[in-house]
């Protein structure tokens, strides 16, 4: 009851206004964006970087879905002077809360990167925010938005040390799947997007080292065009699999892994190979 009284209390003050600015706000927390920034990263500011940002966030979704299989806590929705909006983002079980875990394992690995005070306040003051406008929403109890926010602050830590103390990536990567792989036995939609999603990305660091090896265009022009036509092709990829794909698990499995092996491993070397020909002529 005292969870209720404190989700009823911060909605006691909402105005329009306020309806409109948390729903952009919990934006900062779903994972179309965040790929989109993390994609940003790998294309055409750092690779390595990038990929790091983008194991924290991966190994953090899988782990969110498998302690919310696991523990199947009830969302807030429904219950008595709760009002809930964008309810379509509030998938699968209540704990912990994805959005803020998601947050905190992705704006969190972006600190550790930097490593600058000024960042932190920026980057805390996100993962806060994201986790308040769950609560706003109405879609999450206060310790969803906890719990959240501390796993994937840990989870951005410990993939942070592995990242950078395992010299063979590709294993490292390899152990992390094998240690989600049997939580398909107690899976779901969420489940099966998170470990397609990571699975993509495995693939596409695989073929992008093997393969394709992109260097990053010195021209400003050049790095900005790359995530223009890399976010707008992603995005047709995502549009074609939802009008043409069916709804089942298997299916959100496979739409996931070839969007996010599209985006690590493929579409560096359609752009690569593009930037070359238009060199030659």
């Known amino acids: 009851m005292m969870e209720l009284d404190i989700l009823r209390f911060i909605q006691s003050f909402h105005t329009p206004f306020l309806d409109q600015l948390f729903e952009m706000i919990t934006i900062l927390g779903e994972s179309s964006l965040i ?10 500011i750092d690779k390595t970087s990038g990929e790091y940002v983008a194991y924290s966030l991966f ?3 899988m782990l969110n879905n498998t302690v919310k299989n696991i523990v199947k806590a009830k969302r807030p929705i429904g219950e008595e002077g709760i009002r809930s909006l964008r309810v379509h983002t509030a998938t699968g079980y209540s704990f912990p809360s994805g959005h803020s875990q998601a947050a ?7 600190y550790l990167l930097l490593k600058k005070y000024k960042y932190s306040i920026f980057f805390i003051l996100i993962i806060i ?16 938005v906890v719990g959240g926010i501390i796993i994937g ?3 951005s830590y410990i993939t942070y040390r592995l990242f950078v103390k395992v010299e063979n990536r590709k294993l490292l990567y390899l152990l992390t799947l094998l240690v989600f792989l049997p939580a398909i036995f107690n899976s779901s939609s969420d489940f099966a997007r998170s470990i397609g999603g990571y699975s993509g990305f495995v693939l596409g660091i695989w073929f992008e080292m093997r393969y394709v090896n992109f260097q990053l265009s010195r021209s400003v022009f050049r790095r900005t065009m790359c995530f223009i036509i890399g976010i707008s092709s992603l995005l047709s990829i995502k549009m074609l699999f939802s009008c043409f794909m069916v709804e089942t698990d298997y299916a959100k499995f496979i739409s996931n892994m070839i969007i996010s092996f599209y985006g690590f491993g493929l579409y560096p070397y359609l752009f690569n190979k593009v930037s070359l020909r238009s060199r030659i002529n």
């Open 35 to 44: 790929i989109s920034i993390i994609l940003g990263i790998y294309w055409c």
């Open 59 to 61: 190994s953090s979704l």
């Open 104 to 110: 905190a394992s992705t704006y969190g690995a972006l």
């Open 129 to 144: 925010l994201v986790g308040l406008s769950r609560l706003y929403l109405g879609v999450h109890y206060p310790k969803d």
């Open 153 to 155: 602050s840990l989870m």
